[in-house]
Structures are given as C-alpha cells and as structure tokens.
C-alpha cells in the first residue's frame, strides 16, 4: 500500500494519529466532481470510517464537526455510485489494480456490505482466485461472499496448500490481539476439513506451530474433529521437527540444581554456577523440629509453594510471559507453558521429592504422613473441621498404587471440604451416596469475598499503559535509555514532567489524569493520585487475581469501591480460577488438551509403565495434595480474620 494513503487504524494504535492528519488533507480535497480511481475510492472509505469512529483532529469546534459529517455523506455517495459499476467485466481489472495485498480487505468488505459480488458470476470470481497474490483470508472474513461462492471456495481450499493453516488459526488457535473471524463452505464439511489437516501433515511445507494445533485441538463437530490417528500422527511428526531443530543447537538452555547440605546455617542460599541457577537449602534448618506442622511449614517458608497472598505460586500467568514469547502460537484449549512456568514446575517437583528423601532418612516421617496428619488431625484440632478421612497406600505399594489410590482420596478430600462448608458436619451416608468426583473450580471457600478478579476488559487498557513494558509511556525523556519496566515504576522512582511526553503519547496519558489514577503538580511533574489503587492495579495485573482479605483495610475499601463500580467481582471458592486452572492441567482434560490427565490415565490404565515415569507423577500428585493442605490452612485463618474484623465492626 502507498504510504501516503490513508489506512483506518483503531484508536489504540499508534498509527491512528498520523493517518487521521493524512485523512484531514482528503477531506480537504475532496469534490463530487473528481474522478476517482479504485485506490482513491477505498482511501476516501478509510477516511469516512475514521468520522464513523467519532475521531477528530483535537482543534476541530462542534460547526468544524458538522462540516465534516456533510462532506463524509457525500463521499459516501461517491463510493455507492463506483461500487455499483463493478462486475464480472472488469472486476478482474480493478482488483489487479489495487495497491498491494493490504487494500485487499477493504475491498471485500465493501463488495460484502453493498452486496456487489452478486454482480459477479461464478466463473469470474474464480479467475479472481487464480491471481497470485489473492489475499483468501479477506476474502474468508466476509460471511455473505462465502456463502454466495461455497463450492467455489470449497474446490479452491481443498487444494490450497495453506487451507489447514487457516483452518487451525479459525478453530484452535489462542489469539490474544484483536483477531477477525473466517467463514468457511458449509459444503467443506467435518471430513474435508481433516482430509486437508491430514494432507498437510504428510506434505513437505510443514510448520511445527501448526502441527502443534493439531496435536492441542479439541473436536467439536460443527467445526473440526482430529480422529485420535491423525493426532498420533502430528505427535510423532512435532517430535520429529524438534529433534531437527535442537540438531541444529538453536535452543535455549537453563538448569537448576537443588543442594541440601548438611552444614549450611542459612536456611537457603541462591547460587549462579556457570549457566546452573543452585538453590542450597540446609538439612539442618528443614528437620530441626520433627513435628508435622514444623515440616509441611517449609512448602510456604522455604520452597515458596505460596505467594504473600497465599496464592500458590507455581501457576501460569500471562505477566509471566515476554513479548516474543506472547506472539508464539497456542491453541485456545492448551495451558500455557512458557520457560518461566517450566523453572517453577521443575524447582518445585524436585523440591518435594528431595524434601521426602531426606524426611525418610530421618525414620520418622514422609511427605504422606505429614500430610495425613494435617487432614486428619490438624483441620480437627486448629479448626474443628470434624471427621475428615484420609487413607495413605499401604508401606512397601508401587509408585502405581500409591497414585491409584491417592487420587482417589484426594477427590474423597475435596467432597468432604465441600460437605463440611455447606452443612456443617460430614454425613457418612450422603457421602457414600455420591460418587460424582467435585470440580476444583466450584470447591467452596469458609469466606465470604474472598478473590476478586477484573470484569472483562474494563481495565485491560489502564493495566497496559500503566504496567506493561509494552505501552511505550516509558519511553520519555530523559529517561529513554533507562530500564524501567512501566510508566507506574518510572513515577514512582522519577520526577517526569508532563510537558516531556509526546504528542502521540499524551491521548491515553490524558485519560489517566481524566480518571484519576495520576495528575500533575504546580512544577508540571506527574504523580500517583491514589498509591493505594494504583498498588492493588499493578497486583491485578502481575497476579490476574486479589486475595481480598489479605490486603489492608485501606486496600479492602477499594476494592470494595471497585466492585460497587463494577470494574471488580468476588467469588468465594477454596482454590481461585487461576489455581483451579493449575489444577486441571494435571489432572485432567476438562479444559486443557496438553494436561497430563492424571485421573483419566489411571482410572482408564492409559497410565505410562516406566517406573521412572510413574515416580514423576507420584511427586506431582503428592505436590497437588500439599498445596491443597495449604490452601485450606489458608481459608480457615481467613475465616476467623473476617469473623473477627466483622464482630470488631
């Protein structure tokens, strides 16, 4: 596309501004009487689209407005009168005319929106998809001209190499930025479309991205369904491709390495070892006291299982992922496993698993025991949650017996929580009666308001431009060269005058000042109007979640604010929704197509046989159990904090 013509760009795109004051010169020069070619005609379109969209130059009065509004319903008129003189004689002409792909849209939304492809026979839009650099995802963003040309399109897909491409981007890929939809033939049906997957998969232009869609996607017969073989087969051609790709040492490398050293006084010391990251925890300190709550007390004191709002630490959070590693590709049924995940889930694995060793060294307990006392004994004694049973696997069972079992008594566990908090006591009977295993997500909490989460997108605009390293507010004189991670940090740590900021910059920089959150003082610097809501922000968006009644009365009051506003909701469960995503990854495939499906494989004995493997998953399951223990010492203190806040009140 020319670089001078006009180009609709959303507000929240820098390119926006440049191209509203390109459009302010059309509009100046507009008259009915101009011969117009097709490029003009979509350029005038784009400028029309930037006044539907209510965005003006900032100088322009309320009669400036209306003057403007008469020329755009005039160019709108101009637009109509060439789009109907379009047709199966010279389309083929005027598309090949365009200037470049990226005209391409717009000219197929217009032709959908006033309904011109109806001027256009069959055999002409054929032609039109025989040129080579035919943009078919255009042309698939608009419903009606695909319903119009469906066998059409169909025979054009089903021997297009890029068609799986486009159809796992439709139906399994996450998209995180803004993301039109495609329309396919509703004569491509269920078989074509993995007729087309399986084509690609055997085909010599392959990308390991979309192999992996394939291997993450999830049926659903009115869009796509993977028969179990063809998965199989994008299985062991992912592994195939990144074989090849580490053959060539391209990958990235890191190591842990996890030390308990029997003369260390520090109870933990973080060493660099070369390109290993050494965690040296001393023996001494961990079983110094041999009592139960002594022990289980270093997951939080000294593995860091839990954050400081008692939220477990170990789960994926979109603040944990870079820019590069935002744009890789990920189907919207996968669990994100980015290498900071990665370091968490192997610190904390081998964390347990060489924290038992050493407990069974000692002779007097494990990680099983420790935990059945917490269950059994400690939810009696500390809270009066009377009754709960926890059976362990019998001294001397297999790794494969231990994990059978223990998934069992770990559902039994959840049911028995959920009993307790909704009527008080455990019912022996009703509990035999109900075989239903409960959902983690739906596991209620002893508090009332206990996490609250954003509602919707309301605040994902202030959250980026205030605590993204992406918003670009940072980058300010003359602290360009600084290493600031978001405007918040470069406020609380600079004086930054206001007058510094750009132009381009100063439209979202203003709406903080309009809203609130900051302002500027007599000497022009810029402040943090509210510290307090600006903090309980930033933990909103490193966090995804706020544990409520962890935070000050000051921080709970707005909080509180922000819910009566309805920017924040409650919800009162005993694990929060990114935890019980967490959860699900491992347990199952409720959700996640790339979870590791505990309960399934054992119940259905899909289960792996390596004893290797098997051990791998034992610790995992023994860690789930810890966290859970952790989660519920968690709600019952919280429960007597509120009851004891509210009886104070």
């Given at each position: 596309?020319?670089?001078?013509?006009?180009?609709?760009?959303?507000?929240?795109?820098?390119?926006?501004?440049?191209?509203?004051?390109?459009?302010?010169?059309?509009?100046?020069?507009?008259?009915?009487?101009?011969?117009?070619?097709?490029?003009?005609?979509?350029?005038?379109?784009?400028?029309?689209?930037?006044?539907?969209?209510?965005?003006?130059?900032?100088?322009?009065t309320?009669?400036?407005?209306?003057?403007?509004?008469?020329?755009?319903?005039?160019?709108?008129?101009?637009?109509?009168?060439?789009?109907?003189?379009?047709?199966?004689?010279?389309?083929?002409?005027?598309f090949k005319?365009?200037?470049?792909?990226?005209?391409?849209?717009?000219?197929?939304?217009?032709?959908?929106?006033l309904?011109?492809?109806?001027?256009?026979?069959?055999?002409?839009?054929?032609?039109?998809?025989?040129?080579?650099?035919?943009d078919?995802?255009?042309?698939?963003?608009?419903?009606?001209?695909?319903?119009?040309?469906?066998?059409?399109?169909?025979?054009?897909?089903?021997f297009?190499?890029?068609?799986?491409?486009?159809?796992?981007?439709?139906?399994?890929?996450?998209?995180?930025?803004?993301?039109?939809?495609?329309?396919?033939?509703?004569?491509?049906?269920?078989?074509?479309?993995?007729?087309?997957?399986?084509?690609?998969?055997?085909?010599?232009?392959?990308?390991?991205?979309?192999?992996?869609?394939?291997?993450?996607?999830k049926?659903?017969?009115?869009?796509?369904?993977?028969?179990d073989?063809?998965k199989?087969?994008?299985?062991?051609?992912?592994?195939?491709?990144?074989?090849?790709?580490?053959?060539?040492?391209?990958g990235?490398?890191?190591?842990?390495?996890?030390v308990?050293?029997?003369?260390?006084?520090?109870?933990?010391?973080?060493?660099?070892?070369?390109?290993?990251?050494?965690?040296?925890?001393?023996?001494?300190?961990?079983t110094?006291?041999?009592?139960p709550?002594?022990?289980?007390?270093?997951f939080?004191?000294?593995?860091?299982?839990?954050?400081?709002?008692?939220?477990?630490?170990?789960?994926?959070?979109?603040?944990?992922?870079?820019?590069?590693?935002?744009?890789?590709?990920?189907?919207?049924n996968?669990?994100?496993?980015g290498?900071?995940?990665?370091r968490?889930?192997?610190?904390?694995l081998?964390?347990?698993?060489?924290?038992?060793?050493?407990?069974?060294?000692?002779?007097?307990?494990?990680?099983?025991?420790?935990?059945?006392?917490?269950?059994?004994?400690?939810?009696?004694?500390?809270?009066?949650l009377?009754?709960?049973?926890?059976?362990?696997p019998?001294?001397?069972?297999?790794?494969?017996?231990?994990?059978?079992?223990?998934?069992?008594?770990?559902?039994?566990?959840?049911?028995?929580?959920?009993?307790?908090?909704?009527?008080?006591?455990?019912?022996?009977?009703l509990?035999?009666?109900?075989?239903?295993?409960?959902?983690?997500?739906?596991?209620?909490?002893?508090?009332?308001?206990?996490?609250?989460?954003?509602?919707?997108?309301?605040?994902?605009?202030i959250?980026?431009f205030?605590?993204?390293?992406?918003?670009?507010?940072?980058?300010?004189?003359?602290?360009?060269?600084?290493?600031?991670?978001?405007?918040?940090?470069?406020?609380?740590?600079?004086n930054?005058?206001?007058?510094?900021?750009?132009?381009h910059?100063l439209?979202?920089?203003?709406?903080?000042?309009?809203?609130?959150?900051?302002?500027?003082?007599?000497?022009?610097?810029?402040?943090?109007?509210?510290?307090?809501?600006?903090f309980?922000l930033?933990?909103?968006?490193?966090?995804?979640?706020l544990?409520?009644?962890?935070?000050?009365?000051?921080?709970?009051?707005?909080?509180?604010?922000?819910?009566?506003?309805?920017?924040?909701?409650?919800?009162?469960?005993?694990?929060?929704?990114?935890?019980?995503?967490?959860?699900?990854y491992?347990?199952?495939?409720?959700?996640?197509?790339?979870?590791?499906?505990?309960?399934?494989?054992?119940?259905?004995?899909t289960?792996?046989?390596?004893?290797?493997?098997?051990?791998?998953?034992?610790?995992?399951?023994l860690r789930?159990?810890?966290?859970?223990?952790?989660?519920?010492?968690?709600?019952?203190?919280?429960?007597?904090k509120?009851?004891?806040i509210?009886?104070?009140?």
């Amino acid at each position: 596309m020319n670089a001078k013509r006009v180009h609709f760009y959303p507000v929240n795109d820098l390119a926006c501004f440049p191209n509203m004051e390109l459009a302010e010169n059309v509009l100046r020069n507009f008259s009915e009487d101009k011969i117009y070619d097709i490029n003009d005609i979509i350029e005038l379109y784009h400028v029309k689209l930037y006044i539907d969209n209510k965005l003006y130059l900032k100088n322009r009065t309320e009669y400036d407005i209306k003057q403007v509004k008469e020329k755009v319903s005039k160019i709108w008129t101009v637009i109509i009168r060439y789009w109907h003189k379009i047709n199966s004689d010279n389309i083929l002409s005027l598309f090949k005319s365009l200037e470049g792909w990226t005209f391409q849209e717009t000219f197929w939304q217009l032709s959908a929106n006033l309904s011109i492809y109806k001027n256009v026979n069959k055999k002409a839009f054929c032609k039109l998809l025989d040129i080579e650099n035919i943009d078919i995802q255009a042309i698939l963003h608009q419903k009606q001209i695909v319903n119009y040309y469906d066998n059409e399109l169909k025979s054009f897909l089903l021997f297009y190499n890029k068609s799986a491409e486009l159809i796992l981007s439709q139906f399994v890929e996450k998209h995180d930025r803004i993301w039109k939809d495609m329309h396919f033939p509703n004569c491509l049906n269920i078989i074509d479309r993995e007729d087309i997957v399986l084509r690609y998969l055997n085909g010599k232009e392959v990308n390991l991205n979309f192999v992996r869609l394939v291997l993450n996607s999830k049926n659903d017969k009115g869009k796509l369904v993977i028969s179990d073989k063809t998965k199989l087969k994008a299985k062991r051609l992912e592994k195939k491709l990144n074989d090849e790709i580490f053959d060539r040492d391209s990958g990235v490398y890191f190591g842990i390495k996890i030390v308990f050293d029997k003369l260390q006084p520090e109870p933990l010391k973080i060493l660099r070892e070369g390109d290993l990251e050494v965690f040296s925890y001393s023996e001494e300190y961990l079983t110094a006291n041999g009592h139960p709550l002594y022990l289980i007390s270093h997951f939080s004191k000294v593995f860091y299982y839990i954050d400081n709002q008692r939220c477990i630490s170990m789960v994926s959070k979109s603040s944990d992922f870079g820019t590069i590693e935002k744009l890789f590709m990920r189907s919207i049924n996968e669990y994100p496993v980015g290498p900071v995940f990665q370091r968490k889930d192997i610190l904390s694995l081998h964390q347990i698993i060489l924290f038992d060793r050493v407990l069974e060294k000692s002779g007097k307990f494990n990680v099983e025991l420790i935990l059945k006392y917490f269950f059994v004994e400690f939810l009696e004694q500390k809270y009066n949650l009377k009754g709960v049973r926890f059976n362990l696997p019998s001294v001397g069972a297999s790794y494969f017996e231990k994990i059978r079992m223990l998934l069992a008594e770990f559902d039994a566990l959840l049911k028995q929580y959920e009993m307790i908090k909704e009527d008080g006591e455990i019912d022996a009977e009703l509990f035999c009666l109900s075989s239903k295993p409960s959902g983690i997500s739906q596991i209620p909490s002893f508090v009332s308001k206990k996490y609250c989460y954003p509602v919707g997108n309301k605040l994902s605009m202030i959250n980026h431009f205030l605590f993204s390293d992406q918003s670009g507010l940072t980058y300010v004189e003359p602290f360009k060269r600084s290493n600031y991670h978001c405007l918040y940090d470069l406020i609380q740590k600079e004086n930054v005058l206001y007058r510094n900021f750009g132009k381009h910059q100063l439209r979202e920089l203003n709406l903080f000042l309009d809203l609130g959150y900051l302002y500027v003082d007599n000497s022009g610097y810029l402040g943090i109007k509210n510290e307090n809501k600006l903090f309980l922000l930033g933990q909103l968006f490193k966090e995804g979640v706020l544990s409520y009644w962890h935070y000050s009365k000051d921080c709970r009051n707005i909080i509180d604010e922000m819910v009566k506003e309805k920017t924040l909701y409650f919800e009162s469960t005993l694990f929060n929704n990114l935890e019980s995503r967490y959860l699900n990854y491992f347990l199952n495939r409720k959700e996640f197509t790339n979870g590791l499906d505990l309960r399934n494989s054992f119940m259905h004995g899909t289960n792996p046989d390596s004893e290797d493997e098997l051990m791998k998953l034992y610790y995992i399951l023994l860690r789930i159990m810890v966290l859970t223990a952790l989660k519920m010492d968690d709600d019952q203190v919280l429960k007597n904090k509120s009851k004891s806040i509210h009886s104070t009140v």
